[in-house]
């Protein structure tokens, strides 16, 4: 993106804005929810993103945040016992961000091998306590339905596609917004040095602890608002949003869109979700194809498909420099 | 695992017959802990020599033991022959990690991020749907060999010869991996990490035959295992991960780098898995878990841990 | 000022350091400790700086115990380091290496809404530093593309940005040619009076430009501690010495 110039910039937002803003809205309603469903998933990769890709922590437990977070919506919903979304939210986000910050004062702690086998481990212990031991609160392997759209106390109803989708759209571009801002900031900044060269940050004097730990709850919250959002837009929610497997996921779309990009998180998002619709239509062993899938784009497209364009775009403007 | 004890009570003093129970239900399960954690022992080994030479996590470890275990049955099946479906199934471990390592790791060495351990992690998504669709998903059992199929009696108790026979073959192995990490050239290598390759290379040693070897030796124990383990875990879909996450748990909790510390740990948490489950039915292997945490609260480079 | 107490090191049987004791004061003479391989001394800066826990003895810091201090929180007292080996942020330019560095203790580190390139005046102070160091033209190259001199100076940029009160050099011109050494030297002469030096030197003609004071460390004791001149002609540092040059 750093390639662009100012202008080609401006014309790439207005074209992407016009898109999504106006265009997605008219299109066949398979194609709304298709999107819809993207750009909650790539909430839940910006998370992933800004964890591992920025921050150098590889996480086999992003599931946690985003499962439990919709359990949550799903609970309270389904039984009645909260009305308002914005409570309901609220809620979602702190007991995410009570589990995180439990969690992670440990987990933290620990070397980057161990951390990630912690991950994985409270994970599945996390997805097994929601399957079996809470069997009774979360409906087990059954899991929950009959969420309903949320009242945003506004004059637009949230039961159709079309405003989901805007309601979607503007907690999106809030999120990305959000990890843009972290990205370029001083913290942000911090948090790479820690991924590059955690030995000689801690040398200059930073408290490497403290800033993996913000990042490890805020990575969580971003996953939980994803979690929220995939509640409400799906209408069920089982374990297997706890599941490992789906924390892999994370990690794959961001190895397919590309570590440590911008971008990647969308465009993992974006080719996940389609090969995997594409995919299943044909069999059942999506895995170990996405498997597939993954071990060529890293041993092909180490800089994912974010690399891919970039390097693209140099070509072509190599090119046109010359030519 | 199911508590079995394969009990039969001798004419006692009246009232210490319960006691008797307990104390024979008690010792069978030690026993069974052992067993469980011999098994673990030849996966959590093979794992621990690839980390020392190579610094990586192989997530396909669990893979290897699961489709070694599979191969095995169906040459068992096809053949009858318990001896030659245990080498089979040692051989395709073996196997597996030779393509592991010669396809995909070797160009991936070096690379300061994530990426060696994730491709581990699809590998290991790869080859649980592949055993899915070649031996679907219903669970199997092995039958443990005829020659093994009785049990001795030990004090008051009967148990399975065969239990008794892993542990003996894990005791095996680790002697004999103990004497080739300690006593042999190639395991001064593996001891010595990666650190000193150049020197190594320039010392006449090939670097790249001794990766594919440590590799293919930890992957044919996982796969030997896998399939002298499948008449007690059986064989289904997950076990893989199953045993991976156990086998991580050791990695954690006994650190990396020390083998007898490995074995340790490995009956360790073998029997804590054992005793857990037979407690706490419903908290899986809850207890594992909980001792990773307050192992890790105390000592967060795990317990015998010594390579940095 | 730094007191190091008595402090000594075992790594197994092995006693690497042994009853290490000396003191150096703020704006106080040039520190070179010299000492032939394996004589400890980077254990010695390890300890110092909280990379390693001594087996026994204390380590002051402006007159805290630091002895079980984390390391984050020393160079937050005023102590810098630079590394043998060179250490730096292999992925980043020479500017974004310096602004780390620089960024480190100012009260903005933690922010996150703000870029950080809207802190004017850290540019200012990354451009002050790097001109003075000689790499402002090269600002904009990411790490892998300098020559090994040049990263030697991006290491001892880093270890200014802090701006310490105390820092330790290890090594300062280690693998540098010898006109590259005795530049880099010309330039160590030139830091604030303020900032105290302490610094290892393998080369004896870059230990003798630079030191105002020297101690001598030999088999993890301390040989000798004073007067540069006067450990040159110390009858048993040329002993320890023999056969090499003593920097003439």
């Known amino acids: 993106m750093g390639i662009l110039a100012q202008k080609e910039k401006l014309i790439f937002f207005g074209l992407l804005g016009i898109l999504l803003i106006v265009i997605v809205p008219l299109s066949p309603r398979y194609m709304q929810t298709l999107i819809t469903s993207i750009l909650i998933v790539s909430i839940y990769v910006g998370s992933a993103n800004l964890l591992t890709g920025y921050t150098g922590l590889v996480s086999l437990g992003q599931a946690m945040f985003w499962g439990s977070a919709a359990y949550m919506v799903a609970i309270l919903t389904s039984r009645g016992l909260v009305h308002n979304f914005y409570l309901i939210s609220l809620l979602s986000l702190i007991m995410v961000v009570v589990l995180s910050a439990t969690f992670g004062a440990l987990a933290v702690r620990t070397k980057r091998l161990y951390f990630m086998i912690l991950t994985f481990a409270?994970?599945?212990?996390?997805?097994?306590?929601?399957?079996?031991?809470?069997?009774?609160?979360?409906?087990?392997?059954?899991?929950?339905?009959?969420?309903?759209?949320?009242?945003?106390?506004?004059?637009?109803?949230?039961?159709?596609?079309?405003?989901?989708?805007?309601?979607?759209?503007?907690?999106?571009?809030?999120?990305?917004?959000?990890?843009?801002?972290?990205?370029?900031?001083?913290?942000?900044?911090?948090?790479?040095?820690?991924?590059?060269?955690?030995?000689?940050m801690v040398a200059l004097g930073y408290n490497t602890f403290l800033y993996k730990y913000l990042c490890y709850v805020l990575g969580a919250v971003i996953s939980g608002v994803g979690?929220?959002?995939?509640?409400?837009?799906?209408?069920?929610?089982?374990?297997?949003?706890?599941?490992?497997?789906?924390?892999?996921?994370?990690?794959?779309?961001m190895f397919i869109g590309g570590v440590g990009t911008f971008w990647g998180?969308?465009?993992?998002?974006?080719?996940?979700?389609?090969?995997?619709?594409?995919?299943?239509?044909?069999?059942?062993?999506?895995?170990?194809?996405?498997?597939?899938?993954?071990?060529?784009?890293?041993?092909?497209?180490?800089?994912?498909?974010?690399?891919?364009?970039?390097?693209?775009?140099?070509?072509?403007?190599?090119?046109?420099?010359?030519? | 695992m199911p508590a079995e004890t394969m009990c039969r009570r001798d004419p006692l003093p009246p009232g210490s017959e319960s006691i008797i129970v307990e104390l024979s239900i008690a010792m069978a399960q030690v026993l069974n802990g052992l067993a469980l954690g011999m098994l673990l022992f030849l996966l959590a080994a093979g794992l621990s020599l690839m980390f020392g030479l190579m610094g990586i996590v192989n997530l396909a470890h669990g893979a290897y033991f699961m489709v070694g275990g599979y191969v095995g049955l169906s040459v068992l099946e096809a053949t009858g022959s318990f001896i030659l479906a245990m080498t089979v199934g040692a051989v395709s471990g073996a196997f597996l990690g030779f393509i592991t390592e010669r396809v995909f790791m070797r160009r991936l060495y070096g690379l300061r991020h994530h990426e060696p351990i994730l491709l581990t992690f699809a590998l290991s998504l790869i080859l649980s749907d592949m055993t899915l669709f070649l031996w679907t998903g219903t669970p199997r059992w092995v039958q443990s060999p005829p020659a093994l199929d009785f049990s001795l009696k030990l004090a008051s108790m009967?148990?399975?010869?065969?239990?008794?026979?892993?542990?003996?073959?894990?005791?095996?192995?680790?002697?004999?991996?103990?004497?080739?990490?300690?006593?042999?050239?190639w395991g001064a290598i593996v001891r010595a990490g990666v650190n000193d390759k150049e020197m190594a290379t320039g010392l006449g040693i090939n670097i790249p035959v001794?990766?594919?070897?440590?590799?293919?030796?930890?992957?044919?124990?996982?796969?030997?295992?896998?399939?002298?383990?499948?008449?007690?875990?059986?064989?289904?879909?997950?076990?893989?991960?199953?045993?991976?996450?156990?086998?991580?748990?050791?990695?954690?909790?006994?650190?990396?780098?020390?083998?007898?510390?490995?074995?340790?740990?490995?009956?360790?948490?073998?029997?804590?898995?054992?005793?857990?489950?037979?407690?706490?039915?419903?908290?899986?292997?809850?207890?594992?878990?909980?001792?990773?945490?307050?192992?890790?609260?105390?000592?967060?480079?795990?317990?015998?841990?010594?390579?940095? | 000022m730094l007191k190091v107490e008595k402090v000594y090191k075992n790594f197994g049987a092995l006693q690497v350091l042994r009853d290490i004791s000396f003191t150096v004061e703020l704006?106080?003479?040039?520190?070179?400790?010299?000492?032939?391989?394996?004589?400890?001394?980077?254990?010695?800066?390890n300890i110092i700086t909280g990379e390693l826990s001594p087996s026994g003895g204390k380590v002051y810091l402006f007159s805290r115990d630091v002895t079980k201090a984390p390391c984050h929180r020393r160079a937050h007292l005023g102590l810098g380091r630079t590394f043998q080996i060179?250490?730096?942020?292999?992925?980043?330019?020479?500017?974004?290496?310096?602004?780390?560095?620089?960024?480190?203790?100012?009260?903005?580190?933690?922010?996150?809404?703000?870029?950080?390139?809207?802190?004017?005046?850290?540019?200012?102070?990354?451009?002050?530093?790097?001109?003075?160091?000689?790499?402002?033209?090269?600002?904009?190259?990411?790490?892998?593309?300098?020559?090994y001199g040049e990263m030697r100076r991006v290491e001892l940029t880093l270890g200014l940005a802090i701006e310490p009160k105390i820092l330790l050099l290890d090594e300062p011109t280690a693998g540098l040619t010898s006109s590259e050494s005795?530049?880099?030297?010309?330039?160590?002469?030139?830091?604030?009076?303020?900032?105290?030096?302490?610094?290892?030197?393998?080369?004896?003609?870059?230990?003798?430009?630079?030191?105002?004071?020297?101690?001598?460390?030999?088999?993890?004791?301390?040989?000798?501690?004073?007067?540069?001149?006067?450990i040159r002609t110390n009858p048993k540092v040329r002993e320890v010495y023999l056969g090499e040059r003593m920097g003439v």
């Open chain 1, 227 to 253: 979690g929220i959002l995939y509640a409400y837009f799906n209408g069920y929610v089982n374990p297997s949003e706890l599941h490992w497997l789906w924390s892999g996921d994370a990690l794959m779309m």
């Open chain 3, 27 to 45: 704006g106080g003479p040039r520190l070179v400790i010299i000492g032939p391989n394996g004589a400890g001394k980077t254990t010695l800066f």
């Open chain 1, 122 to 200: 409270f994970g599945h212990v996390v997805w097994a306590v929601a399957m079996y031991s809470l069997q009774t609160l979360t409906q087990g392997f059954n899991g929950i339905s009959d969420i309903r759209r949320p009242d945003l106390g506004l004059p637009w109803s949230m039961e159709g596609h079309r405003n989901f989708y805007y309601l979607v759209l503007v907690v999106a571009g809030l999120c990305f917004t959000v990890v843009y801002l972290i990205i370029r900031s001083p913290f942000g900044r911090a948090l790479v040095g820690i991924r590059d060269n955690e030995h000689r």
């Open chain 3, 86 to 147: 060179v250490d730096l942020f292999p992925d980043f330019t020479v500017m974004e290496n310096t602004l780390l560095g620089l960024q480190a203790h100012e009260p903005f580190r933690f922010h996150m809404i703000r870029p950080l390139t809207s802190y004017t005046h850290m540019t200012e102070k990354a451009r002050t530093l790097l001109e003075r160091i000689g790499l402002w033209e090269k600002r904009d190259f990411p790490i892998n593309s300098l020559s």
């Open chain 2, 158 to 185: 009967h148990y399975p010869a065969y239990r008794l026979t892993i542990i003996l073959i894990g005791i095996v192995v680790f002697i004999a991996l103990y004497w080739f990490q300690e006593r042999t050239r």
């Open chain 3, 182 to 230: 005795l530049e880099l030297a010309g330039l160590i002469q030139t830091l604030r009076r303020d900032m105290t030096l302490v610094v290892i030197e393998h080369d004896m003609k870059v230990a003798f430009t630079l030191a105002e004071r020297m101690i001598v460390l030999h088999h993890g004791e301390i040989l000798a501690d004073g007067d540069p001149e006067q």
């Open chain 2, 210 to 308: 001794v990766f594919t070897s440590v590799f293919c030796l930890g992957a044919l124990i996982a796969g030997f295992g896998g399939f002298i383990g499948s008449p007690i875990l059986g064989l289904h879909v997950g076990l893989d991960v199953e045993v991976i996450m156990l086998a991580l748990a050791v990695v954690i909790v006994g650190g990396i780098g020390s083998l007898p510390g490995c074995l340790i740990t490995c009956l360790l948490l073998g029997m804590a898995d054992t005793f857990g489950k037979m407690l706490w039915p419903r908290y899986a292997s809850f207890t594992i878990y909980a001792i990773v945490v307050i192992v890790l609260l105390v000592k967060p480079t795990g317990l015998f841990g010594r390579k940095s």
């Open chain 1, 265 to 323: 998180p969308v465009l993992g998002a974006l080719v996940y979700t389609g090969l995997r619709y594409w995919v299943s239509a044909y069999t059942r062993y999506w895995f170990g194809i996405e498997g597939v899938i993954f071990i060529l784009v890293v041993l092909f497209f180490r800089g994912g498909a974010a690399g891919f364009l970039s390097e693209l775009q140099r070509r072509l403007s190599h090119r046109s420099a010359q030519g």
